[in-house]
T-cell receptor, first 113, second 116 residues
Framework: GAGVSQSPSNKVTEKGKDVELRCDPISGHTALYWYRQSLGQGLEFLIYFQGNSAPDKSGLPSDRFSAERTGGSVSTLTIQRTQQEDSAVYLC???????????FGSGTRLTVV | AQSVAQPEDQVNVAEGNPLTVKCTYSVSGNPYLFWYVQYPNRGLQFLLKYITGDNLVKGSYGFEAEFNKSQTSFHLKKPSALVSDSALYFCAVRDKGTGNTGKLIFGQGTTLQVKP
């Protein structure tokens, strides 16, 4: 597609439920990143996928968080047993090369009530 | 560890005046530096990057940034601010400490407010 697409744009969930956030990167972009932006905070790196290499999961805050990227394209970020502190905007980005700039999606605003 | 700092939470400037949004970095070796802008309820948009070459980098919407190695700074500038420039600005540096992944480390962001 023309840009990075994320769905849903907004998600309200009850504490303890699982959620799945989807990212559809720009076609041909080999690198895909997930970041989290909490109110009043900067961007917190979560996970990075590059081609067929093992993902860099060093930013995932707990084992409740996981992500996969199927076929080198679409990625899903899953949060299990959501907590109120998980409330944030989850941003996905893709890039064509390591030295290039990212193209970000519009994000998914997650609210845990 | 690689890091980037934006010392100002908010910058206020009158329309038509020049603006500067500050960024300093700490990174081993030669840095790859970026600026992004986030308009309300939108994702981040790439403005410009410095990889190598000319220290003055020109980007989108009339913005430019100057790489200063001795001061480890990469300040964002624009000669004449517009009200529509009001947004949240992020400086970022590429993390070179973890296997050259291309992961970016972002500053905390600076809110730019341009008043008519």
């Amino acid at each position: 597609g023309a840009g990075v697409s994320q769905s849903p744009s907004n998600k309200v969930t009850e504490k303890g439920k699982d959620v799945e956030l989807r990212c559809d990167p720009i076609s041909g972009h080999t690198a895909l990143y997930w970041y989290r932006q909490s109110l009043g905070q900067g961007l917190e790196f979560l996970i990075y996928f590059q081609g067929n290499s093992a993902p860099d999961k060093s930013g995932l805050p707990s084992d409740r968080f996981s992500a996969e990227r199927t076929g080198g394209s679409v990625s899903t970020l899953t949060i299990q047993r959501t907590q109120q502190e998980d409330s944030a905007v989850y941003l996905c980005a893709s890039s064509l090369e390591r030295a290039g700039g990212y193209t970000f999606g519009s994000g998914t605003r997650l609210t845990v009530v | 560890a690689q890091s980037v700092a934006q010392p100002e939470d908010q910058v206020n400037v009158a329309e038509g005046n020049p603006l500067t949004v500050k960024c300093t970095y700490s990174v081993s070796g030669n840095p790859y530096l970026f600026w992004y802008v986030q308009y309300p309820n939108r994702g981040l948009q790439f403005l410009l990057k410095y990889i190598t070459g000319d220290n003055l980098v020109k980007g989108s919407y009339g913005f430019e940034a100057e790489f200063n190695k001795s001061q480890t700074s990469f300040h964002l500038k624009k000669p004449s601010a517009l009200v529509s420039d009001s947004a949240l600005y992020f400086c970022a540096v590429r993390d070179k400490g973890t296997g050259n992944t291309g992961k970016l480390i972002f500053g905390q962001g600076t809110t730019l407010q341009v008043k008519p």
